[in-house]
C-alpha cells in the first residue's frame, strides 16, 4: 500500500474513533476538528473521480461522518510522529506534545492551523490513478439475426453460435470491470445454451415486430 494510502486510512481511523467516542460519552459533543499533515488526503477528499478506487471507496466512508471545512492541515505539530517515529527515554520531553496535547489547541479556533486555500488537481499519473480503457460504442442498423442465419442450418448450431457470442461478451465485460473471476471458462453449460434461446426470441421479436416493441416500451 501506498504512503498516500496508509496517510487516508489513518484519516478514516479518525472519522471512526470519533464516532465512537461521540457514541459512548454522554456528554454532547457539537463539532469536531480533524488535523492531518498530507495535502494528498485533502486533495483526495476534493477529488469526485472514480479512478482511484481504493480512494473512493474510504473517501466516501470519511464523507459519510465529516464534512471539508471540519479538516485542518497541520505540518509543525503533529503528535502522531512520536508513536510512529519513537523516542528514546531521553527525549521525554517530546512527549508534551503528546499528553497536554498540541499547544494550538489551547488557543481560540481562529488561530488553529487552516485548510489551504487551494490545493493542486491530483496529477493523472498519481500512483493510484487507473486510467480507463478507450471505449467504443458501435451501432448496427438492419436484421440482428440476418447474418448468422445465413451461417447455420441447424437449430443447435445456432444456438451454440450465439451462446459463445453472449459467453465473449461477458468476457469483454470482464476485463472492463477487471474482474477476471466473473469470466465463463470451459465448455459451454446448459443455462448459457437456454440463454441463448431467449437472446434468439428477442432478437426475431425485434426484426418481426418493431413497431409493436416501440409502443409497449413507450407504456413501459
Not at 22 to 33: A, D, F, V
Request: glycine letters at 2%.
Amino acid at each position: 500500500m501506498s504512503i498516500p494510502c496508509l496517510e487516508l486510512a489513518a484519516a478514516l481511523v479518525a472519522v471512526k474513533l470519533n464516532c465512537l467516542i461521540r457514541n459512548e460519552l454522554e456528554y454532547p459533543i457539537h463539532n469536531t476538528i480533524y488535523c492531518t499533515d498530507s495535502t494528498v488526503v485533502l486533495q483526495y477528499m476534493r477529488n469526485n473521480q472514480e479512478d482511484f478506487t481504493f480512494v473512493a471507496n474510504r473517501v466516501s466512508m470519511i464523507h459519510d461522518e465529516s464534512t471539508p471545512h471540519q479538516w485542518r492541515h497541520d505540518t509543525c505539530v503533529n503528535p502522531a510522529d512520536i508513536a510512529s517515529r519513537g523516542a528514546k527515554g531521553s527525549e521525554l520531553h517530546k512527549l508534551d506534545l503528546w499528553l497536554p496535547s498540541p499547544k494550538f489547541l489551547w488557543k481560540d479556533e481562529e488561530n488553529w492551523p487552516e485548510e489551504p486555500s487551494q490545493l493542486l488537481e491530483l496529477p493523472q499519473d498519481d500512483s493510484e490513478y487507473r486510467k480507463c480503457p478507450d471505449r467504443v460504442n458501435v451501432i448496427v442498423h438492419g436484421k440482428m439475426l440476418e447474418p448468422l442465419l445465413s451461417c447455420y442450418s441447424s437449430w443447435n448450431s445456432l444456438q451454440k453460435a450465439i451462446a459463445w457470442l453472449v459467453r465473449f461478451k461477458k468476457y469483454l465485460v470482464g476485463l472492463l470491470k477487471e474482474d477476471p473471476d466473473s469470466i465463463p471458462k470451459g465448455p459451454l453449460t446448459l443455462s448459457e445454451v437456454i440463454a441463448a434461446e431467449r437472446v434468439i426470441i428477442k432478437a426475431v421479436q425485434h426484426d418481426a415486430f418493431p413497431a409493436e416493441l416501440a409502443v409497449v416500451g413507450q407504456r413501459a
